[in-house]
């Protein structure tokens, strides 16, 4: 094609979760429930994790920011999906497709080393309890979720700079419902060899590197409750780490469910289903996840309940 019959494309138009008419309005209120329930859990692990006293410890302030990051990741995402359910066409702007790919690379970046700072917490609490304090201490803490977010804006600003470095000509229709690596990619009318490498090279190093943190700290986790000799003390060690590894096992199943199927059964369809369940489901089920199976987060939702101000309070 001749460079002066080039059409530069000034916006994207995103297919969505389904393009059939008639699943519109029932996908709307179905997306609208999971994000007001995403809000509603996250918010609530925010503000109790933020003022109730026996919550202020290094696990309950890496949750914290567990929730932040799952708010911010479903509200990247679920506010423009929710209006291109209502909306006959489904646009979104060339620089607002950028900003939500960025948008969402660093809060998926960042959940994926927030769950393995987790990991490690719990490793330390299990394995070292007596070293834990001076270890794992608010300085530690702080440093940890800084690095989470600092490696996270840097990730979404190196491989966002490479996938809009293309030249995207005519073709604008996103087989997704979001604005995502491998779809816009696909969109491209120039070579894709940089933004490519790119894209597998940071997933690939993220995916691997926190995984190991992750493994390598509940191998040892599993170790250690398996040298305790009590029954009780087994059941209250592992209690402490159930939540955690409750939903490490269905966020990295979910991520490894979509990299690792072979690439003759790997469509962009699969990757939408996948993608429904990283960017929405899971950050709505975290907090069910953390407050139905910890008993520490559901007495002080019990102790906020009944006297909020006393809580508020201690800020």
Known sequence: MAPGNVTRVTEFILMGVSDLPELQIPLFFVFLVIYGLTVAGNMGIITLTSVDAQ?????????RHLAIINLGNSTVIAPQMLVNFLVTRKTISYYGCAAQLGGFLVFIVAEIFMLAAMAYDRYVAICNPLLYLAVVSPQVCFLLVFLTYLYSLTTALTVSSCVFSVSYCSNNVINHFYCDNVPLLALACSDTYIPETAVFTFSGTNLFFSM????????????????????EGRRKAFSTCASHMTAVTVFYGTLLFMYLQPRTNHSLDTDKMASVFYTLVIPMLNPLIYSLRNKDVKDALKRFLNNPCQSLNRI
């Open 55 to 63: 919550l202020q410890t290094p696990m309950y302030f890496f949750l």
């Open 212 to 231: 190991i943190i992750v493994l390598v700290s509940y191998f040892n986790i599993v170790l250690a409750i398996l040298r305790i000799r009590s029954a």
